[in-house]
């Protein structure tokens, strides 16, 4: 079949290497320039499905709260008069009882650990590299109080057959000697043996050549969708700025620009783009630089090591689609992680960056066919945490377009059980 994949992020590429894999003949458009040019480009590297835990749970209303009086730095929540920041929110809210945190959580673990499982599969048939680190991820902990209640999550998780250890600050350096330093100011830490790490723009962009390579995949670059030529409940086209891309199959991979198109195709996506900020250190062998990647829990800053390269990010913002950032936005997250690793890396060439993740309420990507067309099928809403569930929802995305049987139950996933109250409008892009 003939599938017209939009959008060439983490998300569309692995959808479009899938595809190809079954067989299909398939075509990527995207607006820019490469692969992974978007929230794709520069993100934490985190493959965490021992980080799975929902942002909508019974706290999150009070911590979103205080965000209005607290000038601080892990979530900024910005009121404006954006209706869509309001309906998502209400939905936000809707969610942070105990029950759906908990549902919410276990829908996302499944799916982290199913795609990290296709992730190796993907690597272990493409051989691509990504910088990729598999010696666990550490989520560290300052305050005793944090390291209690962090320790005490870890059950829900675990439920799921993940293996979540507490260990002191002693077993922390152990793990990873980098943190060496650190050691008096950490109450402790929590070791996801599983977890890894890695660049997900060097994977999206390595995979994306493979595919045109050996799969025959055609990637239409500084094309930019701007609508659906259809026929009754097919599309028939993609309507693009350099002309129509004819298919049998189209696949929506738009990110935080997914519900622009809500209008036309008759779905409410209840996506809202919340920014996050991130900076690139260089490093050699001169540094002490981190072995494993890892959460600074009581400061929300994430980071990783991609060879001779360090990626920190930090911070929550409901902003719109402004991805403007200054050189104070950084100041934090720096200090936080210098604080853990003095020598880590170069700190006076910072490479800063703000990108946005793709959020639904639930915390949780929207799969499967819906709307007014029945060959439109979307793989959206991935959140904070795309790259680790991006080759994942790929696979079930290639089964839903291909109808063949789901290897994965995306139950509770899917585009019918997406709410908004924004259905088919039609967003403002900026
Ligand atoms: C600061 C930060 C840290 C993060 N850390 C992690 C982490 O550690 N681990 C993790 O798993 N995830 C992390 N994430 C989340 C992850 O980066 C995202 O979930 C993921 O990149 C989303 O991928 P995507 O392909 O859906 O979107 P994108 O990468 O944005 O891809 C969408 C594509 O659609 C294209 N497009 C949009 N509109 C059009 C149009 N009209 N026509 C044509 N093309 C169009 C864009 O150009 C873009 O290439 C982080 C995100 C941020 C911002």
Known sequence: MRVAVLGAGVVGVTTAYELARDGHDVTVIDRLTEPAAETSFANA?????????????????????????????ALRFKPSLDPRLWSWSWQFLKNCTAEK????TKRKVRLCRYSQERLAGIVADTGISYHGLDGGLLYLYRDPGSFARGSA????????????RAVSPEEAVRIDPALAN????????????????????????????????????????????KGFEAS????????????????????????????????????ALPIYPVKGYSVTLPLDETHVAPTVGGVDEDNLV???????????????????????????????????????????????????????????????????????????????????????????????TADIVGRTRLEF???????????SWFSGSRQRLN
């Open 45 to 73: 590297g985190l493959i965490a499905p021992g980080h799975a835990y929902t942002w909508s749970s019974p706290r999150a209303p009070g911590i979103l709260l205080r965000s209005l009086v607290d000038d601080g730095q």
């Open 302 to 396: 994430a980071y990783a090591r991609f060879g001779d390269r360090m990626r920190v990010t930090a911070t929550a913002e409901f902003a719109g689609f402004d991805k403007s950032h200054r050189p104070e936005d950084f100041r934090h997250m720096l200090a936080a992680v210098r604080d853990l690793f003095p020598s880590g890396a170069d700190y006076a060439r910072p490479q800063y960056w703000a990108g946005l993740r793709p959020m639904t309420p639930e915390g949780t990507p929207i799969f499967g066919r819906g709307g007014r067309f029945s060959n439109m099928t979307f793989n959206v809403g991935h959140g904070h945490m795309g790259w680790t569930m991006s080759a994942g929802s790929a696979r079930i």
């Open 153 to 164: 999550n870890t059950r829900i998780l675990a439920e799921e057959g993940l293996d979540l």
């Open 101 to 104: 945190a908990r549902i919410n």
């Open 409 to 419: 139950d995306p139950s509770g996933l899917m585009v019918q059980d997406a709410k």
């Open 182 to 225: 650190a050691r008096n100011r950490l109450a402790g830490a929590v070791y996801c043996p599983s977890d890894g790490s890695g660049d997900a723009r060097v994977f999206t962009q390595n995979l994306a050549r493979h595919c045109t390579e050996h799969l025959g995949v055609r990637f239409l670059f500084d094309t930019e969708v």
């Open 232 to 267: 009754g409940d097919r599309i028939l086209s993609v309507a693009t700025t350099r002309g129509s891309v004819a298919a049998e199959e189209f696949v929506l991979c738009l990110g935080v620009v997914s519900p622009a198109f809500a209008g036309d195709l008759g779905v």
